[in-house]
């Protein structure tokens, strides 16, 4: 079965330094993948989604790499600010009519001021 | 635009009870998911609508769990007899039809004692 796997232990990194979560997943062919983020006691929030016959995307601060033939996700964040303090889901989708998604377990993220 | 509305927020039932959740999606999103999200888990999905229709309830226990999307608008997910395990959040998310991100709501947080 498909498992995804992001690291269970909280990444905590100073402001102003660069933030990299990783996902990794076996099993598993997607057709794209998401990043998301979810604060406590709130839904996750959409950040960015890369497909398989993309390298790289940017939004502002934020970059996300895949790498199909590693089966690796990077999302990194730069210039962090406390205000990036949360917990990141990867999620991978194949390509069909469903459009559903598999979650990883996230990562939490703490920026230290 | 207003995002993915659910209700209670929170709930305490014990062992054994029913207990229903609600979700009004964004006007317009044609999808539906409802997710279970255990305390460090990354959210796992049960059902996912197309308009009124199921499209994936395969990890959905459908010996205790049931959902409807009536008209396909707000949609309910229901739970009987509870069990200590389905202490969870869930959530409901919904997709319009041209992309692949995902809004989701706030929770319901279920606590079964």
């Known amino acids: 079965s498909q498992k995804i796997e992001q690291n269970s232990e909280a990444l905590n990194i100073q402001e102003g330094k660069t933030a990299t979560l990783t996902c990794n997943y076996t099993n598993y062919s997607p057709a794209y993948l998401q990043w998301y983020r979810q604060d406590p006691g709130r839904g996750p929030v959409f950040l960015l989604l890369i497909r398989e016959n993309e390298k790289e995307k940017r939004k502002e601060r934020l970059k996300v790499t895949f790498d199909t033939t590693l089966k690796q996700s990077l999302f990194h964040i730069t210039a962090s600010q406390p205000a990036d303090s949360a917990t990141y889901l990867c999620a991978l989708a194949r390509m069909d009519s469903s459009y559903k998604l598999i979650f990883g377990s996230g990562t939490r993220l703490l920026v230290r001021p | 635009e207003a995002g993915v509305a659910q209700s209670p927020r929170y709930k305490i039932i014990e062992k054994r009870q029913s207990v229903a959740f609600w979700c009004n999606p964004i006007s317009g999103h044609a999808t539906l998911y409802w997710y279970q999200q255990i305390l460090g888990q990354g959210p796992k999905l049960l059902i996912q609508?197309?308009?009124?229709?199921?499209?994936?309830d395969s990890q959905l226990p459908k010996d205790r769990f049931s959902a409807e999307r009536l008209k396909g608008v707000d949609s309910t997910l229901k739970i009987q007899p509870a069990k200590l395990e389905d202490s969870a959040v869930y959530l409901c998310a919904s997709r319009p039809g041209q992309g692949y991100e995902q809004y989701f709501g706030p929770g319901t947080r279920l606590t079964v004692t």
């Open positions: 609508f197309q308009n009124n229709g199921v499209v994936d």
